[in-house]
């Protein structure tokens, strides 16, 4: 029963699944490491803060989606802008023009204007666009609150602001163009006479009109809101999902790993304790975990979060409480057999105190056993884990697979034929769960010489 | 220890497991169920006061009535025994009698179909949907799990055998309730073949509704059945490979009887206590996991109704629902038990 270290690794580097499983075991390893050293870790605190995702796009596909369509569908663009200065009279006039050739056969969802400005007195902003067929739509202008002295301001423009739509139709009213589209912040893409797209070449032209030299515009980028995005799309709250997803993966190793070492080094001492003393000791110990092995573990689970609190260390903590019970009962078992082997006698016979016993000949033996136990027990905790914030019970300052999931279906993502949402975080659970069930299977066949064929 | 001790011995366990799980749930819920009690005490005895228009009138000035009206509530309390904390012996005592005597009081939001607030009357009508939707699948899942798991048994490292051992490992590891996530995706969005939501559109009353509502019950069902018996097929097949490997199976062979006669009578009966006993304890941990499936696929029982509780925090359905629900649970780890220790003697030994 007794294995060194060295003749496990031996045995299990020729079995494949085992190889599989170390495999995905370290790319997600992998992935968490580049996570926290590539990705600022403002992102992941800012995950939930709705400023942070402004200039995203709002439920868009992940773009390779574009490879397999004939018709493509919108990008999402930032367009940077070239700057003209001059000089009327004593107005300055700083003019920022964003050029972009759409081709896309449908119409960006939105587009916004986003500035900072240092100024004193009150500057105008105006916005319009010269279209393909030449001609020109004033789409906003704006004056800037008054200030005496310079200050600071920044700001956006959404061309969903209902002055934009104003505009526009005041605009068409006055060139005599037929004009029955109704979708206001699509007009400046749109044909007149047909709600399609116009191809070709805009301009979007952003003029800051001021009295001060000391007028400054920076920061300016006018962002065409696409339906495709990055590696893996957005959500309804224009979260990148890619962001979530890369987050997920250390949160999800760290609830498995410390909830399976967690409940398996309390299982593991408990049943050791109780089988190495016996009689009563063990009578009492093991009535206690018959009773929380048959407590049903979800719905109290259930009532702890929402009474307790739902922090993720809590749920780490809840989890244990629940996970040691059949650890306890194998290795309760395990140490009733070593106890009577004629060493751990001989060693009580020459006056070696209990918990030297315990810790220097019954434990290591079973340690084995242990490290099976501990990768098949992680994605028991994964999906638990999953499954609370799910329903809505985990916590919601961490971007978890189940969080992903549980605001995917609270914002109706299958019905919407959100694929892009729903797939991806159940894959990374399963993918991640399989890695330590076939770990732990393949130590599992090496230690427990029942299951060797 | 006779047979008749062993089940006497599980028996006192289980009950202390039922008594300690209510106690557990009291401790975490009693002092939210002690401030809303008070609120709606205080909340009962205002209304009463302003409907009363004679006892309104007989006060001369606000501050009397305000007294009155503390006075009346102190009185309502410690009458009602809220004065105590919930953690009083006599409180808690009290509370797990009624609840033992399935007394579990009127819920606070939610109502059953028919409009009753009476918790039990909300549980005794959830609790046959889930069971029917859970021993459906358990069945379903039990016949395919055994019929594939034999015949990869007897085809030990064949296509089929492999097939259902990697079917198995990879489809235990999806949470059942993403897959169901999935399915309502592709089957009722993409191509709608079955309904989006598990709760009939029509009223129970109605004769259409059994039809309406195993209708309903077809997608859960499949969800379960797929995710479920792959891994029963390689229970079976595991518990099967060890008796065929016994002895007396080997000799059988040597006599010269039929592979699939040693197979099908020999080996499955001999194999037979652990899958009777996984087979009970995997229904009692599908009632479990009840509360999430049925969440997602909106299916009207005991799990939905758990979940609903909770988000409104209706603390009497939170409680009854855990104690039907830990009756059930424990109900059929005794069944297991006892089963177990039926066929295997040597449990009751231990």
Same mark, same amino acid.
């Given at each position: 029963?007794?294995?060194?270290?060295?003749?496990?690794?031996?045995d299990f580097s020729?079995?494949?699944?085992?190889?599989?499983?170390?495999?995905?075991?370290?790319?997600?390893?992998?992935?968490?490491?580049?996570?926290?050293?590539?990705?600022?870790?403002?992102?992941?605190?800012?995950?939930?803060?709705?400023?942070?995702?402004?200039?995203?796009?709002?439920?868009?596909?992940?773009?390779?989606?574009?490879?397999?369509?004939?018709? !493509?569908?919108p990008?999402?663009?930032?367009?940077?802008?070239?700057?003209?200065?001059?000089?009327?009279?004593?107005?300055?006039?700083?003019?920022?023009?964003?050029?972009?050739?759409?081709?896309?056969?449908?119409?960006?969802?939105?587009?916004?204007?986003?500035?900072?400005?240092?100024?004193?007195?009150?500057?105008?902003?105006?916005?319009?666009?010269?279209?393909?067929?030449?001609?020109?739509?004033?789409?906003?202008?704006?004056?800037?609150?008054?200030?005496?002295?310079?200050?600071?301001?920044?700001?956006?423009?959404?061309?969903?602001?209902?002055?934009?739509?104003?505009?526009?139709?005041?605009?068409?009213?006055?060139?005599?163009?037929?004009?029955?589209?109704?979708?206001?912040?699509?007009l400046?893409?749109? !044909?007149?006479?047909?709600?399609?797209?116009?191809?070709?070449?805009?301009?979007?032209?952003?003029?800051?009109?001021?009295?001060?030299?000391?007028?400054?515009?920076?920061?300016?980028?006018?962002?065409?809101?696409g !339906?495709?995005?990055?590696?893996?799309?957005?959500?309804?709250?224009?979260?990148?999902?890619?962001?979530?997803?890369?987050?997920?993966?250390?949160?999800?190793?760290f609830i498995?790993?410390?909830?399976?070492?967690?409940?398996?080094?309390?299982?593991?001492?408990?049943?050791?304790? *109780?089988?190495?003393?016996?009689?009563?000791?063990?009578?009492?110990?093991?009535r206690?975990?018959?009773?929380?092995?048959?407590?049903? *573990?979800?719905?109290?689970?259930?009532?702890?979060?929402?009474?307790?609190?739902?922090?993720?260390?809590?749920?780490?903590?809840?989890?244990?409480?629940?996970?040691?019970?059949?650890?306890a009962?194998?290795?309760?078992?395990?140490?009733?057999?070593?106890?009577?082997?004629?060493?751990?006698?001989?060693?009580?016979?020459?006056?070696?105190?209990?918990?030297?016993?315990?810790?220097?000949?019954?434990?290591?033996q079973?340690?084995?056993?242990?490290?099976?136990?501990?990768?098949?027990?992680?994605?028991? *905790?994964?999906?638990?884990?999953?499954?609370?914030?799910?329903?809505?019970?985990?916590?919601?300052?961490?971007?978890?697979?189940?969080?992903?999931?549980?605001?995917?279906?609270?914002?109706?993502?299958?019905?919407?034929?959100?694929?892009?949402?729903i797939?991806?975080?159940?894959?990374?659970?399963?993918?991640?769960?399989?890695?330590?069930?076939?770990?732990?299977?393949?130590?599992?066949?090496?230690?427990?010489?029942?299951?060797?064929? | 220890?006779?047979?008749?001790?062993?089940?006497?011995?599980?028996?006192?366990?289980?009950f202390? $497991?039922?008594?300690?799980?209510?106690?557990?749930?009291?401790a975490?819920?009693?002092?939210?169920?002690?401030?809303?009690?008070?609120?709606?005490?205080?909340?009962?005895?205002?209304?009463?006061?302003?409907?009363?228009?004679?006892?309104?009138?007989?006060?001369?000035?606000?501050?009397?009535? #305000?007294?009155?009206?503390? %006075?009346?509530?102190?009185?309502?309390?410690?009458?009602?025994?809220?004065?105590?904390?919930?953690?009083?012996?006599?409180?808690?005592?009290?509370?797990?009698?009624?609840?033992?005597?399935?007394?579990?009081?009127h819920?606070?939001?939610?109502?059953?179909?028919?409009?009753?607030?009476? $918790?039990?009357?909300?549980?005794?009508?959830?609790?046959?949907?889930?069971?029917?939707?859970?021993?459906?699948?358990?069945?379903?899942?039990?016949?395919?799990?055994?019929?594939?798991?034999?015949?990869?048994?007897?085809?030990? %490292?064949?296509?089929?055998?492999?097939i259902?051992?990697?079917?198995?490992?990879?489809?235990?590891?999806?949470?059942?309730?993403?897959?169901?996530?999935?399915?309502?995706?592709?089957?009722?969005?993409?191509?709608?073949?079955f309904?989006?939501?598990?709760?009939?559109?029509?009223?129970?009353?109605d004769?259409?509704?059994?039809?309406?509502?195993? %209708?309903?019950?077809?997608?859960?069902?499949?969800?379960? $059945?797929?995710?479920?018996?792959?891994?029963?097929?390689?229970?079976?097949?595991?518990?099967?490979?060890? @008796?065929?490997?016994?002895?007396?199976?080997?000799a059988?062979?040597v006599?010269?009887?039929? #592979?699939?006669?040693?197979?099908?009578?020999?080996?499955?009966? %001999?194999?037979?206590?652990?899958?009777?006993?996984?087979?009970?304890?995997?229904?009692?941990?599908?009632?479990?996991?009840?509360?999430?499936?049925?969440?997602?696929?909106?299916?009207?029982?005991?799990?939905?109704?758990?979940?609903?509780?909770?988000?409104?925090?209706?603390?009497?359905?939170?409680?009854?629902?855990?104690? @039907?629900?830990?009756?059930?649970?424990?109900?059929s780890v005794?069944?297991?038990?006892?089963?177990y220790?039926?066929?295997?003697?040597?449990?009751?030994?231990?």
């Open positions: 029963m007794s294995f060194s270290s060295r003749d496990i690794w031996k020729k079995r494949g699944t085992g190889m599989v499983g170390i495999g995905i075991l370290v790319i997600l390893i992998a992935v968490s490491i580049i996570t926290f050293v590539t990705i600022p870790q403002e992102s992941f605190k800012k995950w939930n803060d709705p400023a942070n995702w402004l200039s995203y796009p709002k439920s868009a596909a992940p773009s390779w989606i574009n490879y397999f369509l004939a018709q !493509k569908i990008e999402h663009l930032i367009l940077m802008p070239h700057r003209s200065v001059e000089k009327i009279g004593n107005v300055n006039v700083i003019t920022d023009s964003f050029e972009t050739n759409y081709y896309y056969s449908s119409f960006p969802s939105d587009f916004i204007y986003k500035f900072k400005t240092t100024y004193s007195g009150s500057p105008l902003l105006q916005i319009s666009v010269t279209r393909p067929d030449g001609i020109e739509l004033k789409l906003d202008s704006i004056s800037l609150p008054f200030s005496s002295t310079k200050t600071e301001y920044s700001n956006m423009v959404f061309s969903t602001d209902p002055m934009i739509a104003k505009n526009v139709q005041y605009d068409i009213s006055m060139m005599k163009l037929p004009n029955d589209i109704h979708l206001y912040d699509d400046a893409f749109s !044909k007149f006479d047909e709600n399609k797209v116009l191809q070709g070449h805009y301009v979007f032209r952003i003029t800051m009109y001021s009295m001060g030299a000391d007028t400054s515009v920076y920061e300016s980028k006018l962002i065409l809101g !339906k495709v995005y990055g590696l893996m799309g957005t959500d309804e709250l224009r979260r990148d999902l890619a962001m979530g997803l890369l987050w997920g993966t250390p949160l999800a190793l498995g790993i410390t909830v399976a070492i967690g409940s398996v080094s309390v299982g593991l001492l408990y049943g050791v304790f *109780a089988g190495f003393k016996g009689n009563i000791t063990d009578e009492s110990m093991m206690f975990n018959d009773i929380i092995y048959a407590m049903p *573990a979800l719905p109290l689970l259930i009532i702890l979060a929402v009474t307790i609190g739902n922090s993720i260390f809590l749920i780490v903590g809840f989890l244990v409480i629940f996970g040691w019970v059949g650890i009962k194998v290795s309760r078992s395990m140490a009733m057999q070593i106890k009577t082997l004629q060493y751990v006698e001989a060693s009580k016979l020459m006056g070696q105190k209990d918990h030297k016993i315990i810790f220097k000949h019954i434990l290591p079973l340690l084995p056993y242990a490290f099976a136990s501990i990768a098949i027990s992680v994605p028991a *905790a994964i999906t638990t884990e999953a499954g609370l914030s799910f329903l809505g019970l985990g916590d919601p300052t961490f971007p978890t697979w189940g969080q992903l999931l549980h605001d995917a279906s609270a914002y109706n993502a299958a019905a919407r034929g959100m694929w892009w949402w797939l991806p975080p159940g894959i990374m659970i399963a993918i991640t769960g399989l890695a330590f069930v076939f770990i732990g299977n393949t130590i599992d066949s090496i230690v427990n010489p029942k299951l060797k064929r | 220890m006779g047979f008749k001790k062993f089940i006497a011995k599980r028996a006192i366990t289980m202390g $497991v039922l008594m300690a799980t209510l106690l557990l749930t009291i975490l819920v009693g002092s939210n169920m002690d401030s809303i009690l008070k609120q709606s005490v205080s909340l009962e005895i205002r209304q009463q006061i302003t409907n009363d228009k004679g006892l309104l009138n007989s006060f001369k000035t606000t501050n009397d009535l #305000d007294l009155y009206i503390q %006075n009346q509530i102190k009185q309502r309390i410690s009458s009602l025994g809220l004065d105590e904390p919930w953690y009083s012996p006599h409180r808690i005592g009290l509370s797990m009698y009624k609840i033992l005597t399935l007394d579990f009081g819920a606070k939001f939610l109502t059953s179909d028919t409009g009753s607030s009476d $918790v039990k009357e909300i549980i005794l009508e959830k609790l046959p949907r889930t069971i029917l939707l859970f021993t459906t699948a358990t069945a379903i899942i039990s016949v395919v799990g055994i019929f594939l798991g034999t015949i990869s048994a007897s085809k030990l %490292n064949s296509k089929i055998d492999k259902t051992s990697s079917f198995a490992i990879i489809s235990s590891s999806f949470p059942v309730w993403w897959v169901g996530v999935l399915m309502i995706f592709v089957f009722a969005f993409l191509y709608p073949v309904p989006a939501r598990a709760t009939p559109d029509i009223p129970p009353t004769p259409g509704y059994l039809i309406s509502l195993l %209708n309903h019950m077809a997608l859960p069902l499949i969800t379960l $059945v797929l995710i479920g018996f792959g891994s029963w097929a390689y229970l079976v097949r595991n518990f099967l490979v060890g @008796v065929l490997q016994e002895d007396f199976i080997v059988k062979k006599i010269g009887i039929d #592979d699939k006669r040693i197979l099908f009578s020999h080996a499955l009966k %001999n194999a037979a206590p652990p899958i009777v006993t996984v087979l009970a304890l995997s229904l009692s941990g599908s009632l479990g996991g009840a509360i999430i499936t049925e969440a997602v696929f909106d299916w009207p029982g005991m799990g939905r109704l758990y979940y609903e509780a909770i988000g409104v925090l209706d603390l009497p359905v939170i409680i009854g629902a855990t104690y @039907v629900l830990t009756a059930f649970f424990l109900v005794f069944v297991a038990d006892i089963l220790g039926y066929f295997d003697p040597r449990v009751r030994r231990q």
